[in-house]
């Protein structure tokens, strides 16, 4: 018997467990498989309606009693650099980039276990092996790289992104960074580098992930200009981050047949011959 992939994604939620960015809170999120023939298509859509991609799975929030995650994204036309960010970019000029395959290396997992007991060491990643990082990296069924950057002068890699490329920009799908140089704002200057990168390319958008209002963690994507916000069905431009709230209400989302009904899918279905030439 021949089995087929079903031709409409087939959505699903995950069970509730603790949020990792406001305390007393429970996440839950709404995800779909990401494979096939039609995964760019399909990414591209889904990153423009606020979900993210990890390895072959694509996921949204979606939680019971709080909507405070928005994805969040630059608008490269409209970015203008602070007098504190460029002072970053000169101050990493001696840093190389170069964008790879999406290849894991043992020199990204030493950097990325040492990011992780620095700044995330009771997160969700933490117990990551290197077999689970090289899935991570690899397990990806669209186009994506990875951009390192090195210090030339020690020779050393300080910093690397997963950057999936999306028809309308790059989306930074996990960034990691040497903690040892502090000072030298190594994650603001990739982001401001993959700012560059879009503009390079003739890109209108780097998508961040998500900003939660009231999460120290994610208060510094508030720091960039040009920031749009995936709030209310469509992205607007961000106001100031004092006009976002995150308050627990029971009616915060609607029920997940209606948000699974209320997703723009792309055209899926698959071209004649004729039509294929």
Known sequence: MRHTLPLAPQFYVTAPQPCPYLEGRMERKLFTSLQGDNAEKLNDSLSHQGFR???????????????????????VSKFKMTKSQRR???????????????????EQ????????????????????????????????????RVIEYTDREADELVGSCLTDVLSDGLSMVYSFYTPDRPKDSLGTHVILDHIQIAQDAGLPYVYLGYWVPGSDKMGYKAR?????????????????????????????????????????????SPKRAAERG
């Not at 980039?97 to 290396?105: E, L, Q």
């Not at 276990?113 to 090289?134: K, S, T």
């Not at 749009?228 to 989302?253: F, I, K, R, V």
Request: net charge negative.
């Open 53 to 75: 991609r990890s390895q072959n799975v694509l996921y949204r929030p979606s939680c019971t009693e709080c909507a405070a995650c928005l994805s969040a994204r630059i608008d």
């Open 88 to 106: 970053i970019m000169k101050r990493n000029a001696h840093l190389t980039r170069r964008a790879t395959s999406p290849w894991a290396t043992e």
């Open 109 to 144: 997992y030493a950097l990325f276990r040492r990011y992780l007991e620095n700044r995330h060491a009771d997160g969700g990643m933490a117990d990551m092996d290197v077999y689970e990082f090289a899935a991570m990296i690899e397990e990806t069924p669209i186009r994506t």
């Open 224 to 268: 960039f200009s040009g920031l749009e916000l995936y709030t209310g069905g469509q992205w607007q431009p961000m106001t100031h981050p004092d006009d976002y709230e995150a308050p627990a209400h029971p009616l915060s989302n609607d029920p997940i047949s209606e948000q699974v009904a209320n997703i723009a899918l792309p055209d899926l």
